[in-house]
């Protein structure tokens, strides 16, 4: 894998990651 690929992925994690959690936490406040 090279380092753009790498990169790339990591945004996508991150952008995931990001989402699942302020899903959790809207969910808490209900």
């Known amino acids: 894998m090279d380092g753009k690929g790498k990169?790339?992925?990591?945004?996508?994690?991150?952008?995931?990651?990001?989402?699942?959690?302020?899903r959790e936490h809207l969910y808490q406040m209900l």
């Open 7 to 22: 990169a790339l992925d990591n945004v996508y994690g991150e952008r995931l990651w990001r989402s699942i959690k302020i």
